[in-house]
């Protein structure tokens, strides 16, 4: 507790929290100098957790510091309860000062799915993450959501060769490898934007599921959802930057996954070949993102934790393009990355 307080003396921002907490702190029998560091994410914000009466219903809770300048906390309240009307299992957002960027929070506690996932673990833990999301998927959000348009997804797929390409690998791409990028992008957008829309969570993986002992998963992080492609959440759940599963594993999810939701009448294909293919498409578009951003957190906000991730997600992204004729293109530059010289006239 002493290094915190000593830190208050040049964060600003703490300080500031510690005051506003101070004047919500009654109404919830919470005690103030127990705030301690809970995690901090890939963006500007940063969490805390402070305790309360042991015999109240809440006993501990959850801070999020957010900074106004850098941070929107009104699509975390609005999603929050968009979500909640769903039945999953969400922080409740207790108390709320928008303009200086914080949020009080019930707690969900600190078992990620990450820290607990195992081969004996994981079936059960992902069918209860595959009922949740499709009771997300349930919700209306067309008109209540951004939607996941070709201008977002296009974004995304431009942080592959501004950051990661040519900040991190420093490879300056030539005009023909350019458009024959630009054609590879334009074919998985056809193939996104052609997805049948429901709303998408956007981080839906193993670090921002928590386990409860109740309505299990408990879910974080969603303040980025949007109306988009239905595969989206799938891709980040069985194919997660953080933590492998053989193909088989995958696919035995996935094909319940699909089950599941032909039975709740989401609008999935009913040929499950077809929603494979859909599937690793919109992971490719991820996975080309994710190593851009990856890049963009090392350079530009000096967050290095996330270079070891980049193997994995490269290795994803390899697969898919070897697996159609039509990403050849795409293949061609990941061999140029990994200085792999391939015969003439190979194809996958």
Do not use: C
Not at 16 to 32: F, H, Q, Y
Not at 68 to 87: K, N
Not at 229 to 249: K, M, N, Q
Request: hydrophobic letters at 40%; charged letters at 25%.
């Amino acid at each position: 507790m002493l290094l915190l307080y000593e830190s208050m003396k040049t964060d600003t921002r703490l300080s500031e929290l510690n005051n506003w907490l101070a004047t919500v702190a009654p109404k919830w029998s919470i005690d103030p100098n127990s705030i301690k560091p809970a995690s901090s994410d890939a963006s500007f914000r940063r969490y805390f957790r402070v305790l309360g009466d042991k015999n109240a219903q809440n006993s501990s809770f959850i801070i999020m510091d957010a900074p106004p300048q850098s941070e929107d906390t009104r699509p975390f309240i609005a999603v929050a309860a968009l979500l909640a009307e769903t039945g999953v299992n969400v922080p409740l957002v207790l108390e709320s000062d928008v303009n200086q960027g914080f949020l009080l929070l019930s707690d969900l506690g600190n078992q990620t799915y990450l820290s607990v996932l195992s081969p004996e673990t994981a079936p059960k833990l992902y069918k209860e993450a595959s009922a949740a999301l499709i009771k997300m998927q349930q919700a209306s959000g067309a008109n209540k959501l951004p939607h996941y348009d070709r201008a977002l997804l296009t974004r995304e797929l431009d942080l592959f060769p501004e950051w990661y390409l040519n900040k991190h690998l420093q490879i300056q791409l030539s005009e023909t490898e350019k458009q024959d990028l630009a054609k590879v992008f334009e074919l998985i957008l056809e193939n996104n934007l052609a997805q049948a829309q429901v709303l998408v969570h956007r981080d839906y993986h193993s670090r921002n599921l928590m386990v409860t002992e109740g309505n299990n998963p408990g879910i974080l992080d969603f303040q980025d959802a949007v109306y988009g492609p239905i595969t989206y959440d799938l891709a980040s759940l069985f194919r997660d930057a953080y933590i492998e599963w053989e193909e088989p594993e995958q696919m035995d999810w996935l094909i319940r996954y699909w089950e599941m939701a032909r039975k709740a009448g989401l609008p999935v294909q009913s040929e499950f070949g077809d929603f494979y293919k859909d599937y690793e498409w919109m992971g490719l578009q991820r996975h080309l993102k994710v190593l851009g951003i990856f890049a963009r957190l090392y350079h530009r906000d000096g967050k290095d934790a996330y270079l070891k991730d980049i193997p994995l997600v490269f290795k994803y992204t390899r697969k898919v393009a070897e697996r159609y004729i039509s990403l050849k293109p795409l293949v061609r530059l990941l061999d140029k990355i990994e200085g792999i010289n391939r015969p003439d006239g190979l194809t996958f």
